[in-house]
């Protein structure tokens, strides 16, 4: 027996010399506590949550390494790789949404623990974990995907949106909260409310969207091996995913960081290798094809940024203005040519009058040099005269024009563009009176655009998109036609179209048209109903007019609004509340 026992002891220890204990490797981007003890940690800010579950002191993190090694991405990548780390280390009581706090660090391990985080190739399917993500990856291929480029859908976009998400963690990750923040934005306009920011207690009663969000953040400060082009193309759609997020989110200006971002990196990619990319990227494979898929993404949403900010300048706005006009001589061959080439007249357009606004604080309104308004008005003849032969010509390629609804948006954008130019000036609001007809039929488009997006959202809920398509032209049409009727038909259709293009919200909007038919055409009295344009008089026109959306606490939603009237001095500022009773829904949507 004792012979037998040494036997057994001599072989335990010999399996256990055989077996020798393994330390876990020294974390490269873990606190600095969890790298002196050796474990691994779980990158949770502003203190690992490793160190507090253990009741240990978190020492913070030491300066995170570079991901991208190419010198042309260097620093363009590592500022928003800074920006996106801020964003996780400034957490407070208004943005709670990008850590993760020690009462969750339970449900978090216990709920991903099984998740494979490393990079698993492009051809491997990464494994779905519990039946909530399952939801929210079916919940993000079928809606949010489909309202993500609503006005212009190109499918191998989509394709590319959904292969990443399945094989990328970080954009998997990214895909899944914007998926779960959707759909509570959806189950928010179920029970007839208007869209609301959510609030802190919003966040914490569901956390899931800020686990994901922040899970994204983490994997994607992580470098991992690769290519620096598929870094870069990650890089992007993440940043794409993250402004869609945030807007959703109602936290504006944290997308607009993204925005920018994404801007940055996609500076590096000249003008050549954009153009080297036909318009139907079908055609076309690899990275290469990728960075020029979200690369158009991002700088479409960096065009369209200037028709809801004011001190907003697209990237290179003048050079590819410059490069256009080169082009602008012969005819377009598809609808998403002349979509793009539209999209930097009405940038110019308002950058124009965004400068203007801003060099003058107090109201007044200087006339554009006439040299760069009559520039870009004949470049807005040239673009109407080629979209309309490339609409009698036809082509194979594309589909039926009569009832593609993005001509009739096109058609939408560029009169209001052109209505907008023409009839900017100091002490020109009269002169709006002259654009009847384009107002008019500008009403008509939107009803057409308003119509096909009912058709192709299939419901009455609202809806998410971060394109900018009629919202704002309805607010122009509102802010600036003066006739009784015409301007009502526009306020009808932004409440019966329960709709968010970025920061643009329908109800808000509406909100804000009435107000400005309320005080325009106040000035005849109760009594006398507003009857014809004349009877608004120059001095009770608003000239210059913009609001700010205010989150609501345990109240409603407020809209500060700020204008100037025509021919007179001072601002005004005013606050609104929103409010919209589900009876009043149901009324306007039968």
């Not at 190419?70 to 400034?90: F, M, P």
């Not at 009237?565 to 306007?588: D, P, V, W, Y």
Request: net charge neutral; glycine share 4%; hydrophobic share 35%.
């Amino acid at each position: 027996m004792d012979g037998m026992k040494n036997k057994n002891t001599k072989t335990g220890n010999q399996a256990w010399r055989r077996n020798p204990r393994k330390f876990a490797p020294k974390s490269r981007l873990g606190c600095k506590t969890c790298k002196i003890r050796r474990v691994k940690c779980d990158l949770s800010r502003p203190s690992c949550l490793k160190c507090l579950s253990t009741g240990r002191t978190c020492d913070g993190y030491s300066e995170m390494p570079l991901a991208f090694k190419t010198e042309k991405t260097e620093i363009e990548s590592t500022h928003y790789q800074k920006e996106i780390a801020d964003r996780a280390d400034s957490c407070d009581s208004y943005h709670p949404c990008t850590t993760i706090s020690a009462y969750e660090s339970k449900q978090w391990h216990s709920k991903y623990h099984g998740l494979i985080l490393q990079n698993l190739g492009s051809f491997m399917i990464l494994p779905v974990t519990g039946s909530t993500q399952a939801e929210a990856m079916c919940f993000f291929k079928d809606i949010s995907i489909k309202h993500l480029n609503e006005y212009r859908p190109c499918e191998p976009w989509r394709n590319t949106l959904m292969f990443f998400s399945q094989t990328v963690p970080s954009v998997r990750h990214a895909a899944i909260a914007l998926a779960l923040i959707h759909r509570n934005y959806l189950d928010r306009h179920s029970n007839g409310r208007v869209y609301q920011p959510p609030s802190l207690k919003d966040w914490l009663l569901d956390k899931a969207p800020l686990l994901h969000y922040n899970r994204a953040i983490q994997l994607l400060l992580k470098p991992e091996s690769g290519e620096s082009a598929e870094i870069t193309a990650v890089t992007l759609l993440v940043c794409y995913l993250f402004a869609c997020f945030d807007h959703l989110a109602g936290d504006d200006v944290q997308a607009v960081k993204h925005l920018r971002g994404g801007v940055a990196l996609s500076r590096n990619i000249d003008n050549a290798t954009l153009n080297d990319c036909t318009y139907d990227d079908a055609q076309s494979s690899g990275v290469h094809a990728i960075i020029c898929q979200v690369t158009k993404q991002i700088r479409r949403l960096d065009m369209q940024a200037v028709m809801f900010l004011v001190d907003w300048t697209p990237a290179n706005i003048q050079e590819t203005f410059m490069s256009h006009l080169a082009l602008f001589d012969s005819t377009f061959w598809s609808l998403d040519q002349a979509a793009d080439h539209l999209q930097i007249l009405v940038a110019q357009v308002m950058t124009l009058r965004n400068t203007e606004q801003q060099m003058s604080p107090m109201g007044t309104m200087p006339p554009l040099p006439s040299s760069l308004k009559d520039v870009v008005l004949g470049q807005l003849e040239t673009w109407s005269s080629l979209f309309e032969n490339l609409l009698q010509q036809g082509s194979p390629s594309e589909s039926d024009f009569a009832t593609d609804p993005l001509v009739s948006l096109l058609r939408l954008q560029h009169t209001i563009a052109w209505t907008l130019l023409s009839g900017y000036g100091p002490g020109r609001e009269m002169d709006y009176d002259n654009f009847l007809p384009q107002f008019q039929q500008c009403v008509v488009l939107a009803g057409e655009v308003a119509a096909a997006h009912q058709r192709y959202s299939g419901s009455s809920r609202s809806t998410f998109t971060p394109e900018i398509g009629f919202i704002p032209v309805l607010y122009i049409i509102g802010a600036k036609c003066r006739h009784p009727n015409v301007r009502r038909e526009a306020l009808n259709i932004l409440r019966q179209q329960l709709i968010r293009e970025a920061t643009w919200d329908s109800i808000s909007t509406a909100r804000v048209v009435e107000r400005v038919i309320e005080i325009e055409e106040g000035a005849a009295g109760e009594e006398q109903m507003v009857q014809y344009m004349e009877q608004i008089p120059v001095w009770q026109r608003i000239e210059a007019l913009s609001y700010t959306h205010i989150p609501r606490g345990q109240s409603a939603a407020r809209l500060d609004i700020t204008y100037t009237f025509c021919a007179q001095e001072g601002i005004h500022i005013e606050s609104l509340m929103i409010e919209r009773t589900e009876s009043l829904i149901k009324s306007n949507n039968q």
